[in-house]
């Protein structure tokens, strides 16, 4: 694993904003940069795959666990949700995508550091922009990336014959683009698609449906809204009994919650691509992360290292959180390298790169183009 130097390409924004891409810059300062990119050896690709799809299979058996044993009180799952949750696994509803985190130094394995099983961005980022980036750049090289294949062949297996809504919250330019990149790919696939906001979905209580702003029913919904948000909403209590479909499936709640990861080593305790992880903070002395069970965009991580604490702000404080030994993250140039590792209908697909200047990769952390030899 290699970060080299480059020059960006001459008007590189107006060939992102024509690729989709118009969230590019975040308060004046670049997200997708393409001053630098990572190069690797196609063995270092070979672990990335073989650890997603084992990662994967991991995660199956330990949602079937935490079923088994009843474990959603400890997950801060409300009860409410639960018949939702057993539901859909029972009906073995499809999941479409989702990006395992990983840590990789270059020597050891690499390290799960979360599951982003329900709502994961940075996909047009990982699956368009940094092709054509590489092609452009270094059009010999390959890349770890099949995602945009993957997605429609992944639309066509869903078994949807309804019209297919996409929705997520109006004032979020990156969930938007990333909405709207995955309906293009259902309409590469075949389907009929509508795209809305989740504010304008209503609900008709006599037919118990959830209806579109042109009062059509929503049978099928793409939301890139979290499950944990949604459940606990006016309209999202109506899920017991309404007649929709929602992607990602509502088991998927299990998979995002980072409680999965102390679940995950206790039942495959030392396997090379977890880190120790528990409920207890006992557990650790030093050199461990504390992270809030459904947290997002690394808000509220405490970093406990070699005696000091370093912790983001954000709005889950004062929550119940998992604790996780402190992964080894290589510092390249004075940069955190991060793996966003993406599945694509329960199979490994190819990967991005997030970099920030600190441990904990959040909302600002840049995205970098990689390829292999």
């Known amino acids: 694993m290699q970060r080299i130097i480059h020059p960006p ?5 107006n060939i ?30 070979d672990l990335f795959e073989n650890a997603t799809n084992e990662l994967q299979e991991c995660c199956i058996e330990a949602a079937q666990y935490v079923i088994d044993k009843d474990l959603f009180e400890k997950l801060q799952i409300p009860a409410h949700a639960i018949p939702l949750i057993v539901d859909s696994w029972e009906k073995d509803e499809p999941s479409l995508y989702g990006r395992f985190d990983l840590a990789f130094d270059g020597i ?34 390959d890349q770890f990336n099949s995602i945009h294949e993957r997605l429609i062949e992944a639309w ?3 078994g949807i014959s309804s019209d297919l809504h996409f929705a997520c919250v109006p004032e979020a330019a990156e969930d938007l683009g990333n909405l709207e990149y995955l309906r293009d790919t259902a309409i590469q696939a075949g389907l009929t698609t509508t795209q809305l906001f989740m504010n304008d979905i209503g609900f008709e209580e006599i037919e118990g449906r959830y209806v579109d702003l042109d009062e059509k029913p929503i049978d099928t919904m793409f939301k890139l809204y979290p499950w944990e948000w949604l459940v606990n909403e006016y309209f999202g209590r109506k899920l017991a009994t309404a007649r ?14 980072k409680g999965l990861l102390a679940v995950l080593w206790k039942l495959f305790e030392g396997h090379e691509n977890l880190l120790q992880a528990d409920f207890n903070a006992d557990t650790f002395r030093d050199n461990y992360v504390a ?22 702000a954000g709005s889950y404080g004062g929550k119940p959180p998992v604790y996780q030994k402190l992964a080894p993250i290589p510092c390249i140039d004075g940069n955190y390298p991060v793996i966003g ?19 904990v990769t ?4 840049r995205f970098l183009p990689h390829f292999f030899k």
């Not at 993406?342 to 991005?352: C, K, L």
């Open 9 to 13: 390409r001459m008007n590189w924004q």
């Open 16 to 45: 992102v904003e024509s690729q989709g891409m118009l969230y590019h810059t975040i308060d004046g300062d670049p997200y997708w940069d393409e001053t630098a990119c990572y190069c690797f050896e196609s063995s270092e690709i």
């Open 108 to 141: 050891n394995p690499p390290k799960l550091l979360e599951y982003n099983a329900d709502t994961p961005t940075s996909l047009l980022e990982a699956s368009v922009i940094q092709w054509f980036w590489m092609k452009d750049v270094y059009p010999d090289a």
């Open 156 to 158: 066509k297996g869903m």
């Open 244 to 257: 929709v479909r929602l992607i990602e499936p509502a088991w998927k709640m299990l998979l995002s919650n």
């Open 291 to 312: 992270k809030p069970l459904l947290s997002r965009e690394g808000e509220n991580v405490a970093v406990h290292r070699n005696g000091q604490i370093h912790e983001t």
């Open 341 to 359: 590792s993406w599945v694509v209908a329960g199979e490994s697909a190819g990967i991005g790169i997030r970099e920030d200047r600190q441990l």
């Open 362 to 365: 959040t909302n600002a952390s």
